[in-house]
């Protein structure tokens, strides 16, 4: 592992384009460890397994994952907290997550059960939370507050990325199901490598601009909200591909695939520069609360629209305002998060806290779907969703941010 260097003085702490861009690129390739996985590669193999009983089995396979991914970015936070106070930094990490991820893949190639599919997608979420667990403490080790609502701009990077993967290898002619999972191997290998490789850099320590007591109960609302609002978004993305191929006119497996692929990279594409834009606003006014009820807003329209919509292009519409809300409501909720952070000595376990916001939501979002849902009629589903989005964004009306001086 790379050994940390001194912290820097608070006149140099900010970081270039291109460590920025490399962090980036790294929480790309953390993310392609699984979001191809849940959209395209395991909706198939499971329609492949398990024919008409293909949504009870995804549900369980998504949800026994889920649990595997909670307890395995707790613990890859904690064992990188570990390492970072012992001075060997938490870097090498990621490379272990990298050598994980290729091997999980090899077992989901060569699963040919339903038993077999959930020890494989077990494997890979527990390899890409060794990735994504350290890679977020890394963020807040080493990039500093006015930076934290563009880098979180930046990192909606990782989800256009992830889709275009995605689609592209389902696209790719005449391959087999385990050359395409290879490539994506290969590919999640070349997105992390150069920032698993590159320097420490930490901040130097400030005081807090909060009082404990405040920060503490800002943290439990904003938790709140983004379990909410993920709580939302797991409901949907378990279900996208279903959705899409049961509106007419009506596709075959491959088709849904392609449709869906090329309808994700346009809607992770289209947020880009609005979460760029509006995050390093939010740097500059030192607020991230207005952006984040904006944000919670249009995400909630977008899913009311889907749960409205009878044809394709009114649905991919829905979708597309809810892919600009959702992303710029993630971007800033994790600046924001990580500003209010109690404990330097802990980021990595605060941080897998955090993310149960991104994992206990899959549980409860796969099981509200699993509910309401049936093929053929998911608006009552989306109705329900957005009203959890919007839920979430009133939860951030009882947010209390520190005056512009204070953050310094």
């Not at 930094?89 to 050598?99: D, F, Q, T």
């Not at 760029?276 to 909630?300: E, H, N, Q, Y």
């Not at 044809?311 to 409501?329: D, M, N, S, T, W």
Request: with cysteine; aromatic share 8%; proline share 6%.
């Amino acid at each position: 592992m790379i050994a940390p260097t001194p912290p820097v003085t608070t006149e140099s702490a900010a970081r270039n384009w291109r460590f920025l861009l490399l962090f980036a690129l790294a929480n790309a390739g953390g993310t392609i460890g699984y979001l191809p996985l849940f959209t395209v590669f395991l909706p198939i193999k499971v329609e492949a397994v398990a024919g008409a009983d293909r949504l009870n089995l995804f549900t369980l396979v998504a949800a026994i994952g889920t649990i595997a991914a909670i307890a395995a970015n707790i613990g890859f936070g904690w064992l990188s907290d570990r390492s970072h106070l012992r001075g060997r930094g938490r870097r090498g990490w990621l490379l272990l997550g990298i050598v994980g991820l290729a091997v999980a893949y090899a077992l989901f190639a060569r699963a040919q059960s339903p038993v077999g599919v959930l020890i494989a997608v077990v494997a890979v979420q527990c390899a890409a939370n060794a990735v994504l667990a350290p890679l977020l403490a890394l963020m807040a080790d080493e990039i500093p507050d006015a930076q934290k609502g563009f880098t979180g701009g930046l990192l909606a990077l990782a989800n256009p990325i992830g889709a275009a993967t995605a689609w592209a290898l389902v696209k790719l002619p005449g391959m087999t199901e385990t050359g395409r999972l290879g490539l994506l191997s290969l590919a999640i290998a070349l997105l992390i490598a150069p920032l698993a490789f590159s320097a420490a850099r930490r901040l130097p320590s400030q005081p807090p601009p909060l009082a404990r007591s405040l920060a503490r109960r800002n943290l439990a609302a904003a938790w709140v909200a983004r379990l909410l609002l993920q709580a939302a978004g797991n409901g949907l993305t378990l279900y996208l591909y279903y959705y899409f191929a049961d509106l007419p006119p009506r596709q075959n497996a491959a088709e849904a695939a392609d449709f869906v692929g090329r309808t994700l990279v346009l809607a992770y594409l289209l947020p880009l520069p609005c979460t760029l834009l509006l995050g390093r606003l939010s740097d500059r006014m030192a607020r991230r609360k207005p952006f984040l009820l904006g944000a919670a807003a249009v995400t909630a329209g977008g899913l009311l629209v889907m749960g409205l919509a009878d044809a394709r292009p009114i649905a991919v519409a829905g979708f597309l305002i809810y892919a600009v809300g959702a992303q710029l409501f993630m971007a800033l909720h994790g600046a924001f998060w990580m500003q209010e952070l109690p404990s330097e000595r802990h980021r990595g376990r605060d941080l897998g806290i955090l993310n149960l916001t991104n994992t206990l939501p899959a549980l409860v979002g796969t099981g509200i779907a699993w509910i309401v849902a049936t093929p053929g009629s998911f608006a009552p589903l989306l109705f329900l969703l957005s009203g959890l989005t919007l839920a979430g964004g009133l939860v951030m009306l009882s947010v209390r941010e520190p005056s512009a001086g204070a953050q310094g």
